[in-house]
C-alpha cells in the first residue's frame, strides 16, 4: 500500500454472518444510555428508526439513546451552507418524536443529540448554533467537528483537509469559544496521537465539557500494525495526562472499527462478548482507572461497529469489564454518567 493511500474506515455489516452467534441476555434489567449512535441512509447501507429499534430492542434495557453527527445526514440544500448541518438537527429531532410512539416512551431515541458545525468559521458560527439551539430545543447538546489527524498520511480520510494543527488555528478557537456561553460540549473524535494536544485544548477551555469519543482512537493498522504493546503503553500514558483535565469525559468502546486492528470480520464467525472482553477490557479499564466511573460512559458505536459484532453480544462485553464494579459505579458507567455530561432531560 502507498504510504498516502487512505485505509477504509468501516467494515461491511454481513447480518448472516452476525447471527451465527447468540448469546443470553446478561443483566437484562440495568439501566443503559446508550451514549454513541449515528443513523444513515446510503446506498447499500440502511440504517434509520426501523434498523436502530431493532438493536434497541435485542434485550438489553436501553433507556436512552445519544445520536451523533453522520457527515452530511439531512443537510439543508438552500440558503447559507453554513447553516446545512442544521438540518441535521431538526431530523434527529423528528427521529426522536417519532420513536416516543414507537416505543410508548419506554426508550428516548436520540434523548441526545450531537450534531455539526464548522468552528473554523470563527465567530460567524453563533448564529449557527444558537439556530441549532432554536431547532433541537433541550435535545441538542454537543457539537462534534472531527480533529483527526495523523501525519503520515494513510489514515487520513477524504475530509481531512485543514484537521492538522486545528486545535490551535486561533480561528477555530474563535468559533470554539462559542459553544460554552451557549451550554453546548464538544465530542472529541481524534487518534491516539493527538491526545496531548487535546488536553493542551481542553486546559485552554476549562468550561467547556469535553466527551472524548472512543476511547480517543487508538491506532492499530497501517503504520501502526505489528506495535500493539508500544502503542498501548503511550496511549495509556496519555490518557493518564489526559485525565487531570476534569472537564474531559470518556466514551468506552467504538474500537470496533478497522483502525483497532482486531479484525474479528476475517473469522469465519462473528466474536462472543467473552472474546470482545478479552481483546478489549485492557483499554476499558484503563480508561476507568484513570479517569473514574463517574466520567467514563459505554457507547455501541452502532451501525460502525456492527461491521464485527452484534448488538446485543456488544453490550454482553461491555457487562463482563464491568462485572467487578459496584451496583453505583455499574449505574454510572452504563447510564449516569452519558446523563450528566449531555444534561439529558428526557
Partial sequence: MARNEPIARHIGIR??????HQEDILEPELPIVDAHHHLHD?????????ELLEDLGSGHNIVASMYVQSTGMRYRNDGDPSFAPVGE?????EIAEDSLDRTSGATHVCAGIVGFADLALGER?????????ETGGERFRSIRDS???DDLGQLNGRNSAGREGRMRNERFRQGFACLAPLGIAFDAWIYHTQLDELADFARAFPDTRFILNHMGGVLHIGPYAGRREEIFTEWASAMGRLSQCPNVFVKLGGIGMNYGGFNFHEKPNPPSSQILHDAWNPYVQTCIE???TKRCMFESNFPV???NCSYPVVWNAFKRMAAGASNAEKADIFSLTATHAYRLTA
Fill in 147 to 149: 480533529l483527526t489527524w
Fill in 305 to 307: 461497529d456492527k461491521g
Fill in 15 to 20: 447480518p448472516d454472518w452476525l447471527a451465527r
Fill in 125 to 133: 458560527v453563533r448564529p449557527v448554533l444558537e439556530a441549532m439551539v
Fill in 290 to 292: 484513570a479517569f473514574g
Fill in 42 to 50: 446510503r446506498a447499500g447501507d440502511r440504517y434509520l428508526l426501523d
Fill in 89 to 93: 438537527i431538526a431530523f434527529a429531532s
